[in-house]
């Protein structure tokens, strides 16, 4: 079993920083992709950010240039910094990775999630 714990939620004023980060825990033999989705009030989760195990990223066109996603391997993390954050930006924010476990076998894991609220 993997368990994805998430951190670094919170309060912020628009313009402000918040750094969110995903630690994957378990019988983890390999981690490939990772990512961060975010699900609005009345909204679909959508793709915010990922990154493969390589270090390629993609990022939602909403928040290029002011989201950097990143991965240290050695600690199973995934980070999302966050930077001019705006209102819009406020949701409820999820880790995703999709990883091989110690059996060989790949499955796609989700944390349970951390509030990002933007205040205006």
């Known amino acids: 079993q993997v368990q994805l714990v998430e951190s670094g939620g919170g309060l912020v004023q628009a313009g402000g920083s918040l750094r969110l980060s995903c630690a994957a825990s378990?019988?983890?033999?390999?981690?490939?992709?990772m990512g961060w989705y975010r699900q609005a009030p009345g909204k679909q989760r959508e793709l915010v950010a990922a990154?493969?195990?390589?270090?390629?990223?993609n990022y939602a066109d909403s928040v290029k240039g002011r989201f950097t996603i990143s991965r240290d391997n050695a600690k199973n993390t995934v980070y999302l910094q966050m930077n001019s954050l705006n209102p819009e930006d406020t949701a409820v924010y999820y880790c995703?990775?999709?990883?091989?476990?110690?059996?060989?076998?790949?499955?796609?894991?989700w944390g349970q999630g951390t509030q990002v609220t933007v205040s205006s």
């Open positions: 995703n990775a999709d990883v091989t476990s110690r059996r060989y076998l790949t499955y796609d894991y």
């Open positions: 990154i493969t195990s390589g270090g390629s990223t």
């Open positions: 378990g019988s983890i033999f390999s981690i490939n992709a």
